[in-house]
């Protein structure tokens, strides 16, 4: 039994004609003699019309209540995709979260699958040639309904294609596949045919935001192969896979840009044992991320601490700070709201030297000044001035060659 | 544990505005001590909203994606509520038909419900002050999520009140109680305080749509009482009940009518052994209710058969018996669409004569003529011209002088 996992994102089922094109693909790779079990999203504007209804109730809504009112999104579009399956005389059904079941932890609104009963759907498929499943939402072990959170749908998708072993998991979206870098900011930008799971982990995390990082996360795990695909065209799309000789083969595969930063730098931090946690611990209870963070050599018993946070975070940082200006002892506290990260990706750098400085002297070259780095194994991200992203972005991509999908040997 | 059911149609929970009125009902009776269940509608014209959408999807949309779909009304007016009660420190959650579960058949549209876990929703009262339960759904012993058809809230807070032995089920709604007849018609009509089961269930199949019929039948057989009250008042209601003394002693407890009616009449019918089967038979495939019926005493081996059907299928019942003519055998075939059903109503009526020669008497001193007679033990029922419905309706009223309500002894 061949079995293909496709989902539809919110765009490519927010109506009638929408959902006939969809049915068009589905039932193309029916005919071909697969099952298929289709994911689908809310039609788009749905969960935002909800939670700005619940938004009106109740200041703070009752996670578990906002959920069973928002999984409604998913239930009514697979519930009418499967009746325009049937009118074709097509042998589907609908299943929701809480009866295939997908179960879930019971952390409402961000809920990880546990587990899926992959017998159950396996009966179903010898029943049904369609299965047409509400992405986005699973049921605790209690029986409550749950949801995944934002983009939860491409991880429904993923982690039921690993419960069945499809042969492959589809995401079709309003984009044609995983670019190079932005296409909006940088005209040469390439589609990418294949990328690693590592790399489409990283360029996720940074705001390239095709696929819910969860999902690539998941489909690491359980070695489920997917194709990002545009809805509405045919074309191929991008591979997310397993790493592979020929990916090890390319120096960089994309440019990640982030401009959702800010930067804090506390002046003549008392160099002492525990000075780090006395800083941090605070903003983890407070859910702030911190990203970057450098500190300086000491200098007479005394450090500068430089840090990265999401820009919207800046002022509950500085007053979470201030707040413990003795405890920690500093002298100042300087902030910037106008910094932006650009990082470049790739499996290839694992083995070959020289990326991280190539890259900065094409900045270099631009006069882009850097304010900070960091790296890893697959990935050098340098915070800038704001201003410059777009041309960074655009310089980086030329200094790599990204615009010829340049091989190792050119470098 | 006194237990409560509370009811509240789509009307008490349409928006923020009412549900906080609906809030205070249910509060109010939680701190006297009760433990509360309610049952809500969907809010108003969601339900048809849904059904509109699918209709645009499909001319046929299959009937268990539909009941998916539909019953997110409930689901959507659920957590809103319990999300009020939450913001209020209550002790609340919301419970799905699946979640109760209320086990029915799989007649989706018009499932029966089957059985209610009663031992589950004791155990969620332990823990819960109050339990917000979606009406109107429930879910198929192979887990489907089902409907029980219009009005069908009603029938599941009944069943909740006997599943958890409630001491009462009040059913709140845009009316203030059950009346002797419609005020529309009638400006003398009158709250009746106390209604037997029975009686209702006439008035409710009459067309008086207080009630679903079938939660009727469900307090009846077991035993709960209904209190039938208005949602924006604290006034007493109508108390639907198990028959008693005091309702023996009124003739008449109200006047029913219905104008959805249409009258056939065939003409010389041959009248030989199962020719009745032969008329009626064709009608029941096509689901055509047929109401009322007179056969004629036979003349010459002929006689002729009159009876009622719905307004709305008349078309399809003539072309249904011009079809069959030639096998039935008779020589005409009459119609009339101006014809309306009057009854009278009332347990009263068991043990005492002169109710139906009363009513007759009634009707010809106004020069209404009679059409067709049928008679209950606890119901008179004539057909007349639909132009006379409400001058009927005002002068049996006051002919049995129901604006008094009118204690036995004085007939």
């Known amino acids: ?46 969960t935002n019309r909800l939670l700005n209804l619940a938004s009106k109730w109740s200041e703070n809504p009752d996670r578990a209540e906002l959920d069973s009112m928002v999984s409604t999104g998913e239930q009514i579009s697979c519930a009418l995709f499967t009746m325009l399956l049937k009118q074709q005389g097509v042998k589907a059904r609908s299943i929701l979260g809480f009866q295939a079941p997908i179960i879930t932890d019971d952390a409402h609104g961000k809920a990880r699958i546990i587990s899926i009963d992959d017998k159950k759907l396996k009966e179903l498929l010898k029943e049904y040639d369609i299965l047409v499943v509400a992405g986005f939402q699973g049921c605790s072990e209690n ?10 749908s491409d991880t429904s998708a993923v982690a039921l294609a690993a419960a069945v072993n499809a042969d492959i998991c589809e995401i079709y ?21 294949r990328v690693a799971y590592d ?11 095709v696929l819910q990082p969860r999902s690539v996360e998941f489909a690491k795990k359980f070695n489920v192969t997917v194709h990002v ?10 591979i997310v896979t397993q790493e592979d000789e020929t990916m090890e083969s390319v120096l960089v595969s994309g440019i990640a840009y982030d401009k959702d930063q800010a930067q804090i730098t506390l002046v003549h931090v008392e160099d002492k044992p525990g000075v780090s946690a006395q800083i941090f611990s605070p903003f983890a209870d407070k859910k702030i991320l911190v990203d970057m963070i450098i500190q300086n050599p000491s200098k007479d018993g005394k450090t500068d601490m430089t840090f990265t946070i999401p820009r919207d975070d800046m002022e509950l940082a500085i007053k979470t700070l201030e707040s413990l200006q003795y405890e920690i ?40 000044n850097i304010l900070m ?5 697959i990935k050098v991200t340098c915070l800038i001035d704001d201003k410059y992203t777009e041309l960074a972005v655009r310089t980086l991509h ?14």
């Open 398 to 411: 030329k200094a790599f060659h990204l615009e010829e999908g340049e091989p190792i040997e050119k470098s």
């Open 173 to 193: 979206t309003d984009v044609s596949g995983v670019f190079t870098t932005d296409p909006n900011i940088c005209a040469d930008a390439r589609k990418i045919e």
């Open 373 to 377: 780095i960091s790296t890893s194994e």
């Open 143 to 152: 029986g409550r309904i749950t949801t995944l959170g934002r983009g939860g």
């Open 329 to 368: 002892g500093f002298k100042e506290l300087n902030s910037n709201l106008n910094v932006s990260k650009i990082s470049i990706i790739g499996v290839g750098m694992r083995n070959h030297s020289g990326v991280a400085a190539r890259a900065f002297q094409a900045l270099a070259d631009e006069n882009i």
């Open 229 to 238: 695909r545009s809805t509405f065209s045919d074309e191929p799309g991008t």
């Open 1 to 46: 039994m061949n079995i293909v996992v496709q989902k539809f994102g919110g765009t490519s089922v927010r109506n009638l004609e929408c959902q006939q094109q969809v049915m068009k693909k589905v039932l193309r790779l029916c005919r071909e003699g697969n099952k298929v079990i289709v994911v689908l999203s809310a039609m788009s504007g749905e």
């Open 199 to 209: 790399e489409m982990l990283e360029m996720a995390s940074m705001g390239a935001k």
